[in-house]
Each structure stands twice: as structure tokens, then as C-alpha cells.
T-cell receptor, first 111, second 116 residues
């Protein structure tokens, strides 16, 4: 079954602490993995995609095909990072681009 | 640049009423999608359209219909609303097409629908 799992509903950390939001997936084929973020009162937007191997706002994510994971990390959390984060995947060889989302993790960064 | 625009932003319906959610994108994208967002369940795909003139069911299509009116517009219709359809609905688009494009999805601001 195709599935994305984010085991933590809520992750609460203090400003300056490291952050790791977990994402595991189950997919046969060649998935493309993404992290989307939804700040309060804003629309959902792309944060990272694994094929770009980039760092956005200090966040990085590495695709581990052996562990089927795509965890999102940041060494020092900031208060403005507080938001809902979704891990998502799509079939890399499909023309549809439809996404399968995880349940989402709310990141709360306390001052 | 408006991106993806959804209307309305909020709606309250009585059980059994019908309504259409409108979505338009100005990025010349081929693919468009309707998702619903429910607490603890993430976003689930209702219907999608990989190109103008085609539509396909997603994970949770029951109770919904869609129309890809042209390349810009993709509407979602609830024929007979039920309380289980209370949710936040998101329209999205991407330029993924057969043989290429990116799957990065651009989202509308959402429609908060309550069925009483």
C-alpha cells in the first residue's frame, strides 16, 4: 500500500534547539518526496523536494531509501518555524503529479 | 501573480444542499487537483485532472463530482451535502505532464465548508 506516515502529531521545542520531523513512506516504484509547510493563516507551500537536495530556511531532508525515510531537520529552531508540516510523495514516473500526504506534524517553537 | 484562486473561502450548508467550489489558476499548469484536509488525516485527494478534458478519481471521490472547464478552471461539486463532508478543501495545480514537468503543487487558500 502507498502510504506516508508522520508519527508525531505535535513536536514542541525551545528556540535554538535542534528539530527533526519524522517521515516514513511505503511505496513501490520511484517516489519523489516533498515537505510542505502551512504557516498560520497562509496557504500550503512547498518547503523542500528531495531531488533538489537544497536547504531552505535552514531545513534539510535526506532521502534514505534503505529505511524509506525522509526526515526534515534543522539544527537551530526559530519561533517563525512554528507551523504545520506535511511530508508528501508522488510517483516519479507518472504524468499526474498527484500527491500522497502524511497526517501532518505541528511544530511549536517556544521562546 | 494570483497563482491558484478558490471561491468561496467559507461556506455553511444544510444537509442535502448542493454547491460548487470554484478554482482557477493563472500559471498555465496542465494538472489540477482537489484535496480535503481533515484533522489527523492530512490531505486526501478527491479528484484530479492531468490535462484539459480529463478527470480521474482520487482516494476519496464519493459524494463529489468535478469539471475541468478549460485549462485554467477546475470546479468541485457536492450534489447532496452530508455532515461527513465538513472539511477544508484545497485546490492545487502543477505543471507535471506526460514526459516531464515538476510535481511541485501550488495551493489555493482553501475553502472551509461546514455541513449542518
Amino acid at each position: 500500500a502507498q502510504r506516508v506516515t508522520q508519527p508525531e502529531k505535535l513536536l514542541s521545542v525551545f528556540k535554538g534547539a535542534p528539530v527533526e520531523l519524522k517521515c516514513n513512506y511505503s511505496y513501490s516504484g520511484s517516489p519523489e518526496l516533498f515537505w510542505y509547510v502551512q504557516y498560520s493563516r497562509q496557504r500550503l507551500q512547498l518547503l523542500l523536494r528531495h531531488i533538489s537536495r537544497e536547504s531552505i530556511k535552514g531545513f534539510t531532508a535526506d532521502l534514505n531509501k534503505g529505511e524509506t525515510s525522509f526526515h526534515l531537520k534543522k539544527p537551530f529552531a526559530q519561533e517563525e518555524d512554528s507551523a504545520m508540516y506535511y511530508c508528501a510523495l508522488t510517483n516519479g514516473s507518472s504524468n499526474t503529479g498527484k500527491l500522497i500526504f502524511g497526517q501532518g506534524t505541528t511544530l511549536q517553537v517556544k521562546p | 501573480n494570483a497563482g491558484v484562486t478558490q471561491t468561496p473561502k467559507f461556506q455553511v450548508l444544510k444537509t442535502g444542499q448542493s454547491m460548487t467550489l470554484q478554482c482557477a489558476q493563472d500559471m498555465n499548469h496542465n494538472s489540477m487537483y482537489w484535496y480535503r484536509q481533515d484533522p489527523g488525516m492530512g490531505l486526501r485527494l478527491i479528484y484530479y485532472s492531468a490535462s484539459e478534458g480529463t478527470t480521474d478519481k482520487g482516494e476519496v471521490p464519493n459524494g463529489y463530482n468535478v469539471s475541468r472547464l478549460n485549462k485554467r478552471e477546475f470546479s468541485l461539486r457536492l450534489e447532496s451535502a452530508a455532515p461527513s463532508q465538513t472539511s477544508v478543501y484545497f485546490c492545487a495545480s502543477s505543471d507535471r505532464f506526460l514526459g516531464g514537468g515538476t510535481a511541485e503543487a501550488f495551493f489555493g487558500q482553501g475553502t472551509r465548508l461546514t455541513v449542518v
